[in-house]
Structures are given as structure tokens and as C-alpha cells.
């Protein structure tokens, strides 16, 4: 099969289209066809060794940790699907490898693709809209809540803003002009100019803060949080800190600071909730019902060929993207 491998840490041009054997399915395990995976800023850090402490990896290594396909082969002891399924996945990051003709995953870590949508549609969900459904899970986020979601118009964001109106919240989000309208059809009542404006001097006594961006923004969210209200962080300073004082180091200082932040967050009666996406089924069958039901739009900015995936990570590492880059495989 095809797929792309990133040949030692580095930047985009690491990323290459290799031949390399066809995987085969261990039990419990669904081999799944790709027809579309998505480009997820964590693929452009684990590719360019920022977090290399805490994923490690050997190259040549895959890259890619959500995608949409249809089931060729089945693992001993599997029952809940069968070959020809269409469905969607985000896997553990020990399974990456999306960017590739063919790839295995665990079982409990897929869901059915909605009938609806396409599979450069559904490849955008998986990872994004896990991590927004958890941060809101783990916010406790509820009816007539007041939340901000930071960088409304990216790949976490787009979602993020659809589950929390769904949730029955009043959602507010943080965008340039250019995407105003955007984030307003998908749910947001109340705009910031992130260009223009501060957040702390637009709201404040919120519910719930989802902190995309991290570094000062973690700390400008907390100030507009209500007491016992909740922030909600998917990002950690490992990379830039790795990148001033190398990967060890660096990463023992992000640590040291996510504990930091952890500890004193909750002594100032506003927990801050570090989430980092994990692989559900069940989670992800939900936000596949949502989509089947029309409450769940992805939102595709560019399609990119699988021999260009070195291009997709660069527009993705400008940090202009509206929504979810899709790589197109079949």
C-alpha cells in the first residue's frame, strides 16, 4: 500500500510517499480502507519532534490520527462490525498511520459513518470533535451555561461552537471579521475581534472557557471565568518550551508548569481541566449521531492529495485554516 511516513523529525519536508507492506489486523483489531484522513496540529508537532518525550517515535514512522473509510478485514474476536461498514475513527496515537491506504484500529475506537455526509466530510469529526466533546464533558457544560470558545473558526472550534448550542449553552466565541458569519451559523450568539478586541473587556462571569490557544490566553481566560466556573486548556506549553530549551528540559518545564497551573487554578476556585482526547467509540458514535441528525456539521477548508501531504501541513502550520484540512486518499 501507499503511505505517507515522516522520515526523521524536521519540517514538512520529512513527509514522503512510501510503499511499505499491507497491515493485517490483530484480534480485536478492523482494518479499514481510507478513502479521506484529516490534518490535526498535533500530526505537524509529533513530525517536527516537539513532543518527542512524550511520543516517541522511530523513523521512518506514520503520521495521521483520524480518518474516514470502509472496513476490508476483520480481527479475531470482533463482532460489532463487518467488512464493507463505513465508519470513522480516531485512534490512539500508538495506532497512528491514517495518511496510508489502509490502516488497523481497535474496534471500540470506531463508529459508523453517518449515511449523510462524506468520507472527507466524517474525516474531519474524529480527533476535532472528540476533544471538544471532552472539553465540554469535563467543564460540566450545561443549559443556559455562558461559554467562550477561543478560535472559533478552527478544526476544534468549528465543533466545539455546534456542541455546545446543542448542549443548550450561549455560546460566544473569539474569530477575525472574515469569519463571523461562519461561526454565527453554527451556533455562536455573541462575537469577539480577537484582533480588535479583549475578552476580558467584552465578557466576563462565564461558566466555561475552551482555551485553544494556551500561553497568555490560558491565563486572560481564567479572568473572565465566574467562580466555579471551569477552563477547559488543549494545548500545553511543551512545544515552544521544548523549542527555547530542547525536548527534555523544555518538557520537564511544561510539566512543571501544567501542575503549577492545575494546583493554583482550583485554590482560586476555577479549575483548569487539561484534556487530551481520548479514543472512544462511544464518544465517537455520538457525535456521529449528532451529524446523522443535522446538529453536527464539519466544516472543510482544502482537500489535499495524498502525494501532498508535505502541503497540507504547511497551510496547516499557518494557523489560518476555517475549519478541518482534509487529505483525500481514495
Known sequence: MKAIRAHGYGGPEVLRLDSVPDPVPSPGQVRIRVHAAAVNPIDCKIRSGAQRILIPQRAPFPIGMDCSGVIDAV??????????DAV?????????????????VAADQIARKPDNITHQEAAGIPLAGLTALQCLYAAKVGKG????????????????????????????????PANNELVQDLGASQVIDYRSERIEDVVSDLDMVLDALGGEHR??????????????????????????????????????RLLWVTVSSRLRGKPVHYVVRKPSGVDLTHLADLARDGHLRPVVDRVYPLAEAQDAHRYSETGRARGKIIIAVA
Open 75 to 84: 480481527g479475531a474476536g470482533v463482532t460489532d462490525f463487518q467488512v464493507g
Open 88 to 104: 470513522m475513527t480516531s485512534p490512539h496515537y500508538k495506532s497512528a498511520g491514517t495518511y496510508a491506504e489502509l490502516v488497523c
Open 145 to 176: 451555561h455562558r461559554v467562550l470558545i477561543q478560535a472559533g473558526a478552527g478544526g476544534v472550534g468549528t465543533l466545539a461552537i455546534q456542541l455546545a448550542h446543542h448542549m443548550g449553552a450561549h455560546v460566544i466565541t473569539t474569530c477575525s
Open 219 to 256: 491565563e486572560r481566560g481564567m479572568t473572565v471565568l465566574k467562580k466555579g466556573g471551569r477552563l477547559a486548556c488543549i494545548v500545553t506549553d511543551v512545544p515552544a518550551l521544548a523549542k527555547a530549551h530542547g525536548p527534555l528540559l523544555g518538557t520537564l518545564r511544561a510539566i512543571g
